[in-house]
């Protein structure tokens, strides 16, 4: 695409601010891209989890505000179908 003096150029997809936007606004791979570093964000944080002498609701904050933030990053622009949204709550369990 061409205006002006400007070439533009089509992709099907890209990421944009972490979050990888495509042309069918399809939210499967950011689904699975987000529980993929939900991950991540739970295994560098285990050992805090895992110590006993920490309360339940120590550990369900640092939940709270280090896991589920990764996970549901630009969450609002997301058109999620039943299937993803189970794919989240099975990853919140």
């Known amino acids: 695409?061409?205006?002006d003096n400007f070439a533009f150029e089509n992709v099907e997809s890209f990421n944009y601010?972490?979050?990888i936007l495509n042309a069918d606004n399809k939210m499967k791979i950011e689904i699975v891209e987000r529980i993929a570093k939900g991950n991540k964000a739970y295994y560098a944080?285990?050992?805090l989890i895992?110590?006993?002498f920490l309360k339940k609701n120590t550990k369900m904050k640092v939940h709270k505000t280090m896991i589920r933030p990764v996970i549901t990053y630009w969450r609002e622009t997301w058109t999620v179908t039943a299937k993803?949204?189970?794919s989240l709550r099975?990853?919140?369990r």
């Open 90 to 92: 099975i990853f919140e």
């Open 50 to 52: 895992k110590l006993k």
């Open 84 to 86: 993803g949204e189970n």
């Open 45 to 47: 944080n285990v050992k």
């Open 17 to 19: 601010l972490g979050s």
């Open 1 to 3: 695409m061409k205006t």
